[in-house]
């Protein structure tokens, strides 16, 4: 961090869900597949989805409102709005843009987008962070939303059974007390193996000239390749995170992970020595939320007494690009 930096506080956190509950069960109607089949796998035994007009816009809206309301915010007061989100309704107008409207946050502030799949919510938190160090702004709203739904291959069964939908957000500010309640944050890539999981838009070269090959429009995944790659690094990665903030992973309360699979949880978890009661996982109600994983695991944790705040608690996440990330927080009392 840069010297002088001011320190960030995390204000208020917020997640929102679809009403509409897809089990296990109902895939079948759709593949050849079975509970004890996806269950055993992933540990999801059911996810929401959106139906009708709902989108990650509408979620992130949603979930945007509850942080403000938490932060003690007004929309006045918001200075800029990032949105990370790789399965979004449309490309642009970006979602950052069309949420400044729902909420009335001032129209001559910045808003916009960034993609970086599961990863977004800590990728967004560190550009959020850097503003607010450098004291170029003071409020920040971040939202990560994805409706990876309506971007699957429903006919794909290896994949489709992995995603829900959901949106989280996050009010971070200048920090007045001095206490920074980033204690670390890293984010890395590696898009030499960008191909394992990647989704297309569709288009076509202009008609006087040669197309191109047609590509698949749907959220493409090799899942094994995925799951070698996350097994292999992740454990490691979040052991470093801890050493390099000079920490032990018993100083830490809480253990907050991206729920792409609990398998990779356990791992992570394993390599922590961690018990049950310090990892949250919510995987088995809502798959794999994307960017929103983190926060909706997050609060829905504290929701349920889970965790219990004025703790630390480690977030990390990993999804296309590859990308992956993690941040050791504080976690104050009533953001949430
Ligand atoms: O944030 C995004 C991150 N993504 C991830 O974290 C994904 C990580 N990867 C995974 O979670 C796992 O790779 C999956 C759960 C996606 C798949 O599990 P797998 O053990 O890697 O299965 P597989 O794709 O290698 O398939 C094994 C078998 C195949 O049958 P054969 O060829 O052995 O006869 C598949 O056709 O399982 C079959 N299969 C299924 N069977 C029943 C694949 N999907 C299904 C299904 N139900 N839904």
Not at 252 to 261: E, G, K, R, S, V
Not at 300 to 305: L, Y
Request: glycine fraction near 8%.
């Amino acid at each position: 961090m840069i010297n002088n930096a001011i320190p960030l506080r995390i204000a208020g956190i917020g997640y929102s869900v679809p009403e509409t509950v897809v089990t296990n069960e109902d895939l079948t109607k759709l593949y050849d597949t079975s509970d004890e089949w996806i269950y055993t796998r992933t540990g999801i035994k059911e996810r929401r989805l959106v139906s009708g007009n709902e989108d990650a816009l509408s979620l992130g809206v949603d979930a945007a409102k509850k942080a403000l309301d938490k932060s003690g915010l007004k929309p006045d007061d918001i200075e800029l709005i990032i949105v990370a989100s790789s399965a979004p309704p449309q490309l642009y107008p970006a979602i950052g843009c069309r949420i400044q409207t729902a909420l009335n946050i001032p129209n001559n502030i910045p808003a916009f987008d960034i993609t970086a799949a599961c990863s977004g919510l800590i990728y967004a938190l560190s550009i959020a962070r850097g503003y607010i160090a450098s004291g170029m702004y003071k409020n920040i709203l971040l939202v990560a939303t994805d409706n990876n739904s309506r971007l699957l291959d429903w006919s794909d069964r290896s994949c489709s059974i992995l995603f829900g939908d959901g949106a989280g957000a996050m009010v971070v500010t200048a920090s007045d007390d001095g206490v920074d309640d980033i204690i670390s944050l890293d984010i890395r890539a590696d898009g030499s193996i960008g191909d394992i999981i990647q989704l297309n838009l569709q288009g076509k070269n202009c008609p006087l000239v040669e197309q191109r090959e047609e590509s698949n429009q749907y959220i493409q995944m090799n899942g094994k390749e995925v799951y070698r790659f996350v097994a292999r690094v992740l454990p490691e990665y979040v052991e470093n995170l801890i050493a390099n903030a000079n920490m032990k992973a018993e100083d830490i309360d809480y253990l907050i992970p991206h729920q792409a699979n609990l398998r990779i949880i356990q791992a992570v978890q394993e390599r922590l020595g961690y018990a049950n009661e310090k990892v949250v996982t919510n995987i088995e109600k809502y798959g794999n939320t994307s960017a929103a994983s983190i926060p909706l695991a997050l609060v829905e944790g504290v929701e349920k007494g889970k965790v219990k705040l004025g703790a630390t608690a480690i977030l990390t996440g990993f999804g296309a690009g590859m990308t992956w990330g993690g941040c050791i927080v504080r976690l104050r009392e009533g953001i949430c």
